[in-house]
């Protein structure tokens, strides 16, 4: 993930099928904030790692589903 830049893109992939998300933020946050994981009224993709060397603090990473015509 430390190579991710806002407007790249991630394709998710499962059982289901695939989704397409554009990411749109990258932040750094403290190990103890989970508030990225609270509920919102849209489809989001949210990642979060351990920054190396920095035991104190996560990776935050959210991308938004990108919609094809018709869905």
């Known amino acids: 993930m430390n190579t ?9 992939k499962t059982g289901l099928g ?4 554009t990411v749109s933020t ?4 403290a190990a103890s904030d989970w508030s990225p994981l609270n509920y919102i009224d849209a ?3 949210t990642m979060i790692t351990c920054i190396s060397g920095q035991p104190d603090r996560r990776l935050c ?5 990108q919609h ?3 869905s």
């Open 43 to 45: 489809n989001q993709l």
């Open 18 to 21: 695939e989704s397409t998300y």
């Open 4 to 12: 991710l830049i806002e407007g790249d893109i991630i394709s998710y």
């Open 68 to 70: 094809t015509e018709g």
């Open 61 to 65: 990473v959210t991308a938004n589903e």
């Open 26 to 29: 990258i932040a750094k946050i």
